[in-house]
Every structure is written in structure tokens, then in C-alpha cells.
């Protein structure tokens, strides 16, 4: 039997917490995680509640629980909508050659450089900020990092001799593609997914702290940190939860990726 | 095809990559709501007042011929004037890159003054305690977010210690160790996150590099461990890192935006974002298309920097 990676144990258990306390703030929080309560105004940690209490008296750790849903929505959603629109691309590219290749690689170039918070500043000048803008800007970032993985990973599926037999068998590209190829890297695109589903994290974290992020009063990490800066003499308490709370999704994000790149890839195991 | 030949097509590529960028921001931000004369005069300004002052920023005229003209105007360095401010927005962004550029490059520095040493260091004795050291390191430095660095660097040595200041920018008149001295606490908070990716990379590439051949063969010939290490090892492994030190770049600029945001650095990034709270569109129009044209330009040049790094790819088709 095969042993499991330390990083996929760590990061699998970090995960499940982020998603479960997630899921379970839909349902149960401590506080209401949007009511004030102005008598516990900056009040610290074990004052008022277990992570202490916002300038208008919010629990500060159900607020934590709560943006973890934020996050992770909009994250989620992000990716797997860059993802699909990547992987269709890379497979096709993959397939096709030619100036099909060529043209996705333009388009690559031209989404690259586009970061997030640039897409979100012109997307904000369209839409207005929120969870849309937040959702599409991320997303967009996420394509060419899926065309390029799925492409290369396809490319080297595409030269195997079962994809000649399969050929000869008389199955078109879009089969072969279906039938062969995708099942054959879905394992690096689901390691990929994972890692920047984390990165995704970082992103949202980074467009509400800005503002662009989604509107309140719905709790999110960035923003939580954005008012905590301005209290940050007098309730330095406040800026320390939500961003362990964005570093332990990303780590265990990253960690559950790396884990599940050991696990099935062996050959980068021994070579890292 | 000779070399200058493959490098020209190679830069034509690129300018059509930036035109179709450009043409691509424009059309979203024309797609924005808000005219800009309207926002010029406010809501109380008489109709031909605001067709006055269309007419006399050219917003009157067909799109693609507003289009060819702000490209042009982009050649020639004359960006218009910006709708909140009323200054040129050349000018504006001048001002502003001599806060961002400073910025990065010290961030960048600092990035490579830690992951450098650390990556060769981990990667040259894969499996040590610096190994491990290095790899916490860069899974910790990759998840956190550098805004939070930044708000973390204030608590302890501005606000603590008060050896730096909070935030706010002094300009480089009143001296150059003043500027400095407001952008060590932010380019650090920028470097961060930067130097773990690129700590990963190296260390990844050392230890690849070490398996090959010639390194061994350097070794047999009788060369120390450590001389084969720097003079065989590192310059081979540059290559990935260099690569990613382009690959970053996107990432750097959008990690300057939250951190000048953090540390109130009159920067581009701030410029940027206040434009969008103003809905000044002229100024997000150029911001981003410089942005862009920056990220382009950098990943041309990495591209050539490999023929320089690796002479195995001058002769290569």
C-alpha cells in the first residue's frame, strides 16, 4: 500500500476544515455573523466571543466563518469556470495544431496580462464593483494557466501509441479527446485546480480588501482586514484572524495540490 | 531563418498582441456607464454645455477614429487630460511611477537577496534541515496575502518599534534616504511572497541541474563540491528562475496596487484605484494599458534573456 504524503494529509484535513466550516456557517454560526452589537465594540478575544468583536461589535469569528463561504464561492466558481474555458482550449490546441494553436497562444498572451486586480479595476469601471466583477476578473486570470497545463499535458498524451491505435480505430479528434486524452491528465488538471483555487483565495482576499470584493454587509476575509487597518492601534487583535484565516486556506490548498502531484506523479516525487 | 530575423517576427507578434490588448480596453471602457463630460460638468450642467465640451474632447467623433487617435497619442506620449484631476495623464502617471518603480525594483531585489542563497542552499543538499527550512518558508510566504505582511509590518516596526514610518510617501526632494526609508517596510511586504516562489523555483532547478551529466563530470574531474555547485550548477539552473521572475511580473503589479494601498504610497497602483472610485475612465483606460504594455515588454525580454542564458537555444530551430 501506498503511503500518504505528509503535505496531502495536511493539506486534505486544513481543507476539509475550510470547506466544512464553511458549509456549516450557511447553517450555524455563534453570532449572527452581520448583527451589531455596539456594546462589544473592539472588544478583544475572549471579551466578546472567542476572536473578540468589530468596530460595531460583530463577532469577529463568526464573521471568520462566514467570508470563508465568501471566499470560497467566489474562488471556486472562478476556477472552475477559467478552468473549463482553459482545458477546452489547451485539449483543443492540443489537437488541432496549426493556427488554431498559434491564435490561443496569441489569446494567452493578451489574458496574461491582465492580474485580477487590473482586470477588476476595468471590469469596476463597467459593472460596478461586487461578486460578478470579482468572479469574472479572477476567472479570466485562470484561463491561460489552464491552456498551458492541459495543452502540454495533452500534447504528450497525443504521442502515445494507444492514441495511434485509436486513431487507426477510425476515432476523430474530439473522441479521441473525450475517450483518451482528458481522462489521462485529468489527475495534473486536478492538482492544478486545487492550487489555484488557492490562489483564487488570494485574489478575492486581495479585491475586497481594495473594495471591489463583494458588497456588504456580506463578511468577507479582505474586507475585514481593510477595516481592521484602520483600528490597527487601538484593536490590533482584529488584523491578525482574518489573515490567518486567507494563509491557512492558501497553505492548505497548496499543500492538498502538491500532495495529490506526489501521489500521482512519482517521478516528480523523487526529483523534488 | 537567421536569429534577428526570428527576434523581429517574434517582436511584430507582440505589437499585434498589444494592439489587440488596447483595442480590448478600449471597448470596455467605452462599454463603461457615465459620460465623461457629463461627469466633467456634474448633473446640473445645461445640455449644450455638455455637447460643447463632448465636442471639445473629441467624444463626438466615431469610435475607431477615437480609437486611432488616443493609439496615436499614445506614440507620441500625449494621453489626454484627466477628468477629475485636469492634468495630463502622462504627467499624472509620471508622477506616480517614480513611487511604484522604486517599489518594485527594491521589492524585486530583496526577493532575489532571499531566494537566491536559500534556494541554492536547499537545493544543493535536498532533504537537509535548510531544506526543510526553505520549503516551509516558500509554502508559507505563497499563502500569505502581502497586504497582510504589510498591515503585520506596521503593527510591529512602525507602530511598536517605530523605526518606520506607518505610511505616506515624502517625495525624493527632501532626500533620497527619506523615500527609501518609506518604501523598505512596503517593498519588503512586496518581496515576500515573491521571494517563496522564487525560492521553490531555484531550489527545484539546482536540484535538477545537479543530475546532469556535465556536473558530474566536473565533479569527477576532480572539482570541489562547492565549486561545481556555483560555477556548473547555479548558472545552469538560472534559467527556470529568470523565466519566472517573468512570469511574476503580473503578480508584482498587482501585489503593488494592495500594498501601496496599505502603506497610503502615492503609486500608480492608488492611482489606478482612486481613478476608479472617480470614475475618472481616461486615467483606467491608460493605467491599464500600461500595465500591459509592461508585462508584454518584460516577458519579450525574457524571452531574449534565454538566448543569452542558455547558448543551446541560439542554434535551435
Known amino acids: ?272 | 531563418m537567421t536569429p534577428a530575423l526570428k527576434h523581429m517576427r517574434r517582436a511584430a507578434g507582440y505589437l499585434l498582441i498589444l494592439l489587440v490588448t488596447s483595442f480590448l480596453i478600449f471597448v470596455l471602457i467605452e462599454a463603461a456607464p457615465g459620460d465623461p463630460a457629463e461627469i466633467m460638468l456634474g448633473t446640473s450642467a445645461q445640455a449644450d454645455t455638455v455637447a460643447a465640451l463632448r465636442a471639445d474632447l473629441g467624444l463626438d467623433r466615431p469610435m475607431m477614429v477615437r480609437y486611432a487617435s488616443w493609439i496615436a497619442g499614445v506614440v507620441t506620449g500625449d494621453l489626454g487630460q484627466s477628468y477629475t484631476y485636469g492634468t495630463p495623464v502622462a504627467e499624472l502617471i509620471g508622477d506616480r511611477l517614480a513611487v511604484t518603480v522604486p517599489l518594485t525594483l527594491l521589492a524585486t531585489i530583496i526577493a532575489i537577496c532571499i531566494s537566491l542563497p536559500l534556494g541554492v542552499w536547499a537545493g544543493s543538499r535536498p532533504g537537509a534541515v535548510t531544506d526543510g527550512v526553505a520549503t516551509v518558508f516558500s509554502q508559507f510566504g505563497i499563502a500569505v496575502p502581502n497586504f497582510w505582511i504589510g498591515l503585520l509590518l506596521i503593527l510591529l516596526f512602525s507602530l511598536s518599534l517605530g523605526w518606520f514610518p506607518a505610511g505616506g510617501f515624502p517625495g525624493w526632494d527632501d532626500g533620497i534616504d527619506k523615500g527609501i526609508m518609506a518604501l523598505i517596510l512596503p517593498s519588503i511586504a512586496l518581496a515576500i511572497p515573491q521571494a517563496a516562489v522564487l525560492t521553490r523555483v531555484t531550489r527545484a532547478a539546482v536540484i535538477e541541474v545537479a543530475n546532469e551529466d556535465f556536473v558530474r563530470t566536473a565533479r569527477a574531474k576532480g572539482l570541489g563540491r562547492n565549486r561545481a555547485l556555483w560555477l556548473h550548477t547555479v548558472p545552469n539552473a538560472l534559467l527556470p528562475v529568470v523565466t519566472m521572475l517573468g512570469l511574476q511580473i503580473p503578480f508584482l503589479i498587482s501585489g503593488a496596487v494592495l500594498v501601496e494601498n496599505v502603506f497610503t504610497l502615492p503609486g500608480i497602483g492608488t492611482l489606478a484605484y482612486q481613478a476608479l472610485s472617480q470614475r475618472d475612465l481616461i486615467v483606467i483606460q491608460n493605467v491599464v494599458l500600461m500595465f500591459a504594455i509592461i508585462v508584454i515588454v518584460v516577458n519579450l525580454i525574457v524571452d531574449g534573456l534565454y538566448a543569452i542564458l542558455d547558448p543551446r537555444l541560439r542554434t535551435r530551430k
Not at chain 1, 28 to 38: A, Q, V
Not at chain 1, 109 to 121: D, G, H, N
Open chain 1, 1 to 272: 500500500m501506498k503511503r500518504i504524503p505528509l503535505n496531502l494529509w495536511l493539506g486534505g484535513l486544513i481543507s476539509t476544515l475550510l470547506v466544512g466550516s464553511a458549509v456549516l456557517s450557511r447553517f450555524w454560526t455563534p453570532e449572527d455573523p452581520i448583527k451589531m452589537n455596539i456594546l462589544n465594540r473592539l472588544k478583544g478575544p475572549g471579551d466578546a466571543g472567542l476572536l473578540g468583536a468589530d468596530q460595531i461589535g460583530r463577532d469577529v469569528f463568526s464573521m471568520i466563518m462566514a467570508g470563508g463561504w465568501t471566499s470560497l464561492g467566489i474562488a471556486l466558481t472562478a476556477t472552475i469556470i477559467g478552468g473549463s474555458i482553459g482545458t477546452l482550449i489547451g485539449v483543443t490546441a492540443a489537437a488541432k495544431s496549426g493556427i488554431f494553436e498559434k491564435a490561443s497562444g496569441w489569446i494567452n498572451s493578451v489574458l496574461f496580462a491582465f492580474p485580477p486586480i487590473l482586470s477588476a479595476i476595468l471590469l469596476g469601471a463597467l459593472l460596478g464593483p461586487g461578486g460578478l466583477t470579482s468572479i469574472i476578473a479572477i476567472g479570466v486570470f485562470m484561463i491561460p494557466v489552464f491552456t498551458r497545463i492541459s495543452r502540454g499535458a495533452a500534447m504528450q498524451i497525443w504521442s502515445r501509441d494507444y492514441i495511434k491505435a485509436a486513431k487507426m480505430a477510425g476515432k476523430g479528434q474530439a473522441l479521441i479527446t473525450i475517450e483518451h486524452v482528458l481522462p489521462n491528465i485529468s489527475a495534473q488538471l486536478l492538482v492544478q485546480f486545487a492550487i489555484q483555487t488557492g490562489l483564487g483565495i488570494l485574489a478575492e482576499a486581495g479585491l475586497s480588501f481594495l473594495g471591489m470584493g463583494i458588497a456588504p454587509p456580506t463578511p468577507s476575509w479582505g474586507r475585514m482586514l481593510a477595516d481592521a487597518q484602520t483600528y490597527i492601534s487601538t484593536a490590533p487583535h482584529l488584523v491578525l484572524a482574518p489573515g490567518i484565516a486567507i494563509a491557512l486556506a492558501v497553505l492548505g490548498l497548496n499543500l492538498l495540490g502538491d500532495g495529490l502531484r506526489d501521489l500521482t506523479d512519482p517521478r516528480r516525487k523523487q526529483a523534488s
